[in-house]
């Protein structure tokens, strides 16, 4: 009784995975065009197929589990249909690539690639909406040739090695499978007189001017997608797409809290207490706001409609202002008097400030 496991190195509750990694290094390493005129190598290559054949298929490996053998369920190679899969399409790929012979698929019209453009705006065209130019640097059609890589006025010839049709055919014993012309790499053609332009690639490396409008109600990490403005297409595929990735700068008075804005202002004493209408600033143009009187600091107040423009509508948000009472610096003499005579009819005791050194001398005078 042949020992499947053993012959393909794996241990009895080996995963698919596994049990497909192993016959492929196995046909790999004894494949007869490898190993010509090896007997040896022939049958092990054999004894490989058949292993692969039972333990690839649940139904078989249970049975063959179970009896220790798999007759009756097509035991040897490719009796009853072909249990392998794409596996032998990857092991050609291997084995090819392994000579020099190119074992990369038929090409195919293929989307060119996606390119990404990070931008910095500012919170008031976050807030607003704005359009920008910018400059991308990306491939496109060679105009000098139209993409076909070869001078004006030659043409390509047929690939002799293909006839034309891009893919050639290789036969393996049982085995026949079509691969990538290695010569003309799938193109199906031989450029033998390349564009000057271009050097034969058929594509130039330009800078593109591009206008873009950034809506109203962005905010960092916000993508833009400009279809078709990415890197072009190979073989006849559609061009790429560009992505405009943005991040808002800071704002030196204002921060953002999703379609808010909040901002601080300083306002007197004087207006605290008894209550003023002032100025403030936001994000288009300044506005009045009324302070009440005996306003603490601290307090908040909201003014509809002054914040960001919510995205994909004409809603927006609020600015929220705190206000904070500002104490001067630098007082004359006759506001010390003043203030200190408040201070004495409020109850409080006031002395002035001796600073920090002043209290030293305090400390260690006693």
Not at 60 to 81: I, L, P, S, W
Not at 103 to 118: E, F, S, V
Not at 357 to 366: E, H, I, N, Q, V
């Amino acid at each position: 009784m042949k020992d499947y496991y053993k012959i393909l190195g794996i241990e009895r509750n080996a995963s698919q995975d596994d049990i497909k990694k192993a016959f492929r290094q196995l046909a790999l390493k004894y494949h007869p065009d490898r190993n010509q005129g090896c007997k040896e190598s022939e049958n092990k290559f054999k004894e490989a197929n058949e292993a692969y054949s039972v333990l690839s298929d649940p139904e078989k490996r249970a049975h063959y589990d179970r009896f220790g053998t798999a007759d009756g369920f097509g035991q040897g190679g490719f009796q009853g249909g072909s249990p392998f899969g794409d596996i032998f399409e990857d092991i050609f790929d291997d084995f090819f690539s392994a000579f020099g012979g190119g074992g990369q698929r038929r090409q195919r019209p293929t989307k060119g690639a996606d390119l990404r453009y990070n931008m910095t705006i500012t919170l008031e065209e976050a807030a607003f909406g704005t359009e920008k130019e910018i400059k991308i640097p990306r491939w496109q059609t060679c105009e000098t040739c139209s993409g076909s890589g070869a001078e004006p006025g030659t043409q390509a010839d047929t690939c002799p090695n293909c006839k034309g049709s891009g893919n050639v055919r290789f036969q393996q014993g049982f085995f026949s499978v079509s691969k990538t012309c290695g010569k003309c790499h799938g193109a199906g053609k031989i450029i033998t007189t390349p564009c000057k332009q271009c050097r034969g690639e058929g594509k130039v490396r330009v800078q593109r001017d591009i206008s873009v409008k950034i809506p109203a109600g962005v905010d960092t990490g916000s993508r833009l997608r400009l279809s078709g403005e990415g890197d072009f297409g190979s073989f006849g595929g559609p061009p790429g797409d560009l992505y405009i990735v943005l991040d808002i700068e800071e704002h030196a008075l204002f921060k953002r809290h999703g379609m808010d804005v909040y901002c601080e202002v300083p306002i007197s004493f004087p207006t605290a207490v008894f209550g003023a209408e002032i100025e403030v600033p936001t994000l288009n143009g300044t506005t009045t706001l009324k302070i009440p009187p005996s306003t603490p600091s601290g307090k908040t107040f909201q003014i509809k409609g002054r914040g960001i423009t919510k995205l994909g509508s004409n809603q927006r948000g609020d600015q929220v202002v705190g206000v904070y009472i500002d104490v001067p610096k630098k007082l004359t003499d006759r506001q010390k008097e003043l203030l200190q005579e408040f201070a004495k009819l409020s109850g409080e005791h006031v002395e002035a400030s001796k600073g920090f050194t002043g209290k030293l001398k305090d400390l260690f005078a006693g």
